[in-house]
């Protein structure tokens, strides 16, 4: 998913200037960014904000029906159960879609696309304000998870190509920024306003949100041409770039390992005597998260192989930490704290490595990262609840060591592509 605003100069004039169609395919990576959007020091930011936005939108559309699972269940009729698949079968669409769908526009000019996606977000959660059948909010929640798993392939490669290489990372930072402000301000906030005002008019206030997101990208965000047919690499062939595999087995482990604890952190927090205070330590964590994404955004076009390596690190001895004090309140929270600093910064840091690995087929191999990031959602639910209910709560940091340390050794051997060494 920030860097420090006092060193951002916004050069709209140039970010809303399209390209023309009839660049050549050779040049098109190269001249795109470097004369589109982006002077040799400055970032976009009115043109890459948007994407903050949708980002943002996109999370808390997702997760947004957790926190409400009484109020929408007493509305709708239903079990709270069956309202957590709201949450399941939007992960469902971001999975099955974003592959395939990528692929299949490769051609489209950027910004329609991403427009497409965006609207397939006010669509779906009007939908969801206004209807009173489960099955048809189960349909537009699946939608919606179509649109993010298109939205999020489209993210960091089309913030890439606005700026010079040397400013790739921090767009993407900027892009992503999005993801841990709504995990710690936007779900609490809309949680809040769905209790108070009514879980309809929340979604309904996303819409709204949405639709001035379309003009926002309409006025800021530069166009795109599509890839032509001659660029368009097989999918065997974008797999087998040298360091992808490596990028995307790093992501499935680490997000993998997240979601195990995070999933069940509640039950966990319960073995120092957390319990009720659960929010606050999410809430830490989120801060955490904000710094993390802080540091990453302003080191990683120098430092991503040594920052993958230190969040990695990090969270592995955060891991064990938990494991062997997790009795220990001031040690609980303090890893949570440090669990966070790792995190933050992890979306950035892998969709980075995905697209500087990938180059011209960077939608492509993002639209992978989704899919590797959505199957670690699921997988962290199943294998947490397994380890939860046959081993206990006390087992869960344990079992994170088994994915972080693996996921270290293929960083760290990645060295000459996947997460190679900056050569300035």
């Not at 790739?168 to 841990?180: C, E, L, N």
């Not at 992808?244 to 499935?252: G, P």
């Amino acid at each position: 998913m920030i860097i420090s605003l006092k060193r951002v100069q916004e050069n709209t004039s140039s970010a809303s200037r399209e390209i023309p169609q009839e660049i050549s395919s050779h040049d098109q990576r190269v001249a795109e960014p470097a004369t589109a959007t982006a002077t040799k020091r400055n970032l976009p930011m009115a043109a890459l904000l948007p994407f903050a936005m949708a980002g943002f939108i996109t999370i808390l559309t997702e997760a947004l029906p957790a926190g409400l699972l009484p109020q929408i269940g007493g509305d709708l009729g239903i079990s709270q159960s069956l309202v957590g698949q709201m949450v399941t079968i939007y992960a469902i669409g971001s999975f099955v879609a974003a592959i395939p769908l990528t692929t299949l526009t490769r051609g489209w000019r950027r910004r329609p696309l991403l427009l497409t996606a965006i609207a397939g977000f006010a669509v779906a959660n009007i939908i969801t304000a206004a209807s009173s059948s489960y099955g048809l909010t189960l349909a537009a929640r699946f939608f919606a998870g179509v649109s993010a798993g298109l939205l999020w392939a489209l993210l960091a490669g089309y913030a890439a190509r606005m700026v010079p290489d040397h400013l790739k990372g921090r767009a993407i930072a900027v892009a992503m920024v999005g993801t841990p402000l709504a995990l710690s301000i936007g779900i609490p906030a809309g949680t809040y306003l769905g209790i108070a005002l009514g879980w309809r008019l929340t979604f309904g206030l996303m819409s709204v949100a949405t639709l001035g997101l379309i003009g926002w990208t309409l006025l800021k965000v530069p166009d795109f041409a599509g890839q032509s047919a001659g660029q368009r690499l097989p999918l065997g062939k974008v797999l087998a770039i040298p360091g992808l595999k490596s990028v995307l087995i790093v992501t499935l482990a680490f997000v993998l390992a997240c979601n195990v604890l995070y999933t069940y952190i509640a039950a966990f927090l319960a073995l120092s005597g957390l319990e009720s205070s659960v929010d606050v330590a999410l809430l830490g964590f989120g801060i955490a998260a904000l710094a993390g994404i802080w540091v990453v955004g302003a080191l990683i076009d120098r430092w991503l192989r040594e920052l993958v390596l230190i969040s990695t690190l990090g969270f592995a001895l955060t891991a064990t930490a938990l494991a062997m004090w997790n009795g220990v309140p001031a040690v609980v929270f303090a890893g949570m704290i440090a669990w966070g600093l790792t995190f933050g910064g992890a979306a950035t840091l892998f969709q980075t490595a995905s697209a500087k690995t990938s180059g011209d087929a960077a939608d492509v191999a993002q639209s992978m990262i989704v899919t590797a990031w959505n199957l670690a959602i699921a997988g962290g639910g199943s294998i947490g609840g397994f380890l939860l209910q046959d081993f206990g709560a006390a087992s869960l940091p344990w079992s994170l060591l088994a994915l972080l340390v693996p996921a270290l050794a293929i960083a760290w051997s990645a060295r000459e592509s996947g997460f190679p060494s900056a050569r300035i």
